[in-house]
């Protein structure tokens, strides 16, 4: 979830909570004010009603057949008075009550006042009643247009506050992260100042480029290391083949001695190529290749097949050129796409069986140029193929041949150009290798 789409949803959210409060003391409000004016009326009625009494007595109030009670009741049934005989001794306060009293076979929610005084003697209680069912349609209607309110309140402030969170999250989403996802690697990385009022994010903008300066100087010191150790090994090794084969070819070497001399000139022969391939590595990350040679893919790949066909020929292994002859690649170095592509085909035949078949094809449409090698070999366990790529990762152990650089080597050149690299395999099943060059590569026919 985006990051202003959760500042909408909290702020929803609270608001939400804020608005329920509202509206609970609102209503508690209302009904407190409800409550009060009704009991005022009330007591105004009881002050009106006694006054009447004592100006005509309480005789009037009552007929004969009806001498022990009094009802009045107006036609629309909100009041009602009604005195009765009482036991009860005369109070000074009077008492309010809310109730349910049946009139004429309906009940009707009455706010009351009980009353109790006494004339001649006799005590009297006095009741006086209003209707209260208009004030609980009122709350009814309050809250039903309090509801509506906040539901409307509610929308147009989590679209106000959406807009609101994207205007004020514009540099992180449309310079701080778009510039991250862009960065190849850290020397083509913008370090730009960010133009922006928010000093957060403009802290953020200076603390990534300070971590990219970091990220620099180390990889760039690593590429050195590396590029002077290998530089620096590549003499002494060259030496050390050298008097291996003059100790090889001298007929004083004791015939029991000469497997002995035959491994380790296999052995220096391996870390001389481990160290070209680093010093390789080691060059094309330092950007010491130019990439300005336009050449036709097939023709490429026939130069591979005619390399390597004495390769596959040990292991009876066919190799079919099923690229289009018009495919056309500019502005790129060829000799590291020749040995990209002649470190993947020579992959499918190192790890085939005999009697199979390497076929390198090629797609072209409006994304760029796909060509794939595949093979039907005994393949990788998918669980591994995230980590091929890796320097010195050697999957299959059961192959003393390599030294886990060539795929390297392959990423590195794919990486330098800008060439998606993907890999699909099923344990013997074979392997399929696909490299996808940009359209800016590619020459339409």
Known sequence: MKLELKLALIGAISKIVIFLLVL????????????????????????????????????????????????????????YIVINLTAQPAVKEASYATVVREIEGEEFDYRTLSYYFTIENQNYSLEIGRNIQFISDFKDTISLFSIATVLLVLLITILFDIGINKLMLRP????????????????????????????????LNKAINELMMKVTSILATQRKFTADVSHELM?????????????????????????????????????QQIIKALLLISRIENDQYPKKETFQVFDLIE?????????????????????????????????????????????????????????????????????????????????????????????????????????????????????????????????????TFPLIYVKLS
Do not use: C, W
């Open 303 to 435: 130069d591979i097949i005619s390399d390597i066909e004495d390769r596959a020929a040990i292991k009876n292994i066919s190799i079919e050129n099923l690229v289009a002859p018009d495919t056309t690649i500019t502005n790129i170095n060829k000799s590291l796409i020749q040995i990209m592509i002649f470190n993947m085909v020579s992959n499918a035949i190192k790890y085939n069986r005999d009697g199979g078949f390497v076929k390198i094809k090629s797609q072209q449409n409006e994304t760029g140029l796909t060509i794939e090698v595949l093979d039907n070999g005994i393949g990788i366990n998918p669980d591994q193929i995230p980590f091929i790529f890796d320097r010195f990762k050697r999957i299959r152990q059961d192959n003393s041949e390599g030294f886990g650089l060539g795929l390297s080597i392959v990423k590195t050149i794919a990486d330098y150009h800008h060439i998606v690299i993907e890999a699909t395999s099923e344990e013997d099943q074979g392997s399929i290798f696909r490299i």
């Open 24 to 79: 609970i003391v609102l209503e508690q409000f209302f009904d407190t004010i409800a409550t009060n004016h009704t009991d005022r009326d009330l007591r105004k009625m009881k002050d009106k009603t006694l006054a009447i009494v004592n100006n005509i007595g309480i005789r009037s109030f009552l007929t004969e057949e009806q001498d022990s009670a009094y009802a009045s009741y107006n036609m629309l049934k909100e009041e």
């Open 235 to 271: 003499t002494p090794m060259s030496v050390i083949q050298t008097k291996m084969e003059n100790f090889a070819t001298s007929p004083q070497l004791p015939q029991r001695l000469a497997p002995a001399v035959a491994d380790m000139q296999y052995q220096v022969y391996r870390l």
């Open 172 to 203: 992180l989403n449309h310079i701080i992260i778009p510039k991250l996802k862009k960065t190849v690697s850290p020397e083509t990385f913008d370090y730009s100042e960010l133009k922006t009022s928010t000093t957060d994010f403009a802290y």
